[in-house]
């Protein structure tokens, strides 16, 4: 069945400590691939994207996100966390077979130690 | 700047009450979506519409219902709601003509519903 799975409910972090979200897919074909974060009481704001081409994909905010067709991965880096990166993590893809369909994971919060 | 726009931002109900949540869009896209999210499981299609005319169910569509009343005006409606229906609710647009046709989506700033 098609999926997409962030293993971590909950990260932790020092702040200016290095980050990484993982999340990984199911699906036939390389979807398009996105990260979207969702600071509290906030919408969904995008963080980046990977439709093709060069699998490193820099964001906003100091993200990055390495797109791995061998390991079906899309991990969210970040090499140095500030307290504002506190917030709620979502990947989600969107299959080159459907004209609509953004499927989200399930999410990883983030929470940031002083 | 060109925005997705939610009303209201936070609902307290009752069960059996009819609700409506409306979303209104600035970017003239043609495709808008309504998703519920609900802690540890991500977002849920509710709705989508590809334009005025064409509106389809998503994976949660019992309980609601939509009305697209222009291009840039999408409605949800619960009829009669229930306590399950608690929820942070997303309205979405996205733009069928745009480069690499993939699906990318932008949100509004959700509506916090509660019913009790």
């Known amino acids: 069945a098609q999926s997409v799975t962030q293993p971590d409910i909950h990260i932790t972090v020092s702040e200016g400590a290095s980050l990484e979200l993982r999340c990984n897919y199911s699906?036939?074909?390389?979807?398009?691939l996105f990260w979207y974060v969702q600071s509290p009481g906030q919408g969904l704001q995008l963080l980046l994207k990977?439709?093709?081409?060069?699998?490193l994909v820099q964001g906003i905010k100091g993200f990055e996100a390495e797109f791995k067709r061998s390991q079906s991965s899309f991990n969210l880096r970040k090499p140095s966390v500030h307290w504002s990166d506190a917030a709620e993590y979502f990947c989600?893809?969107?299959?080159?077979?459907?004209?609509?369909?953004?499927?989200f994971g399930s999410g990883t919060r983030l929470l940031v130690r002083p | 700047d060109a925005d997705v726009t939610q009303t209201p931002r936070n609902r307290i109900t009752k069960t059996g009450k009819r609700i409506m949540l409306e979303c209104s869009q600035t970017?003239?896209?043609?495709?808008m979506y309504w998703y519920r999210q609900d802690p540890g499981l991500g977002l849920r299609l509710i709705y989508y519409?590809?334009?005025?005319?064409?509106?389809n169910k998503g994976e949660i569509s019992d309980g609601y219902s939509v009305s697209r009343q222009a291009q840039a005006k999408f409605s949800l409606s619960l009829e009669s709601a229930i306590p399950n229906q608690t929820a942070l609710y997303f309205c979405?647009?996205?733009?069928?003509?745009?480069?690499?046709?993939?699906?990318?989506?932008?949100f509004g700033p959700g509506t916090r519903l509660t019913v009790l």
């Open positions: 979405a647009t996205s733009d069928s003509s745009a480069q690499g046709r993939s699906n990318e989506q932008f």
């Open positions: 699906y036939g074909a390389t979807p398009y």
């Open positions: 990977y439709f093709s081409g060069d699998t």
């Open positions: 989600a893809v969107a299959p080159m077979d459907s004209s609509y369909k953004l499927i």
């Open positions: 970017k003239g896209h043609d495709r």
């Open positions: 519409s590809f334009d005025v005319k064409d509106i």
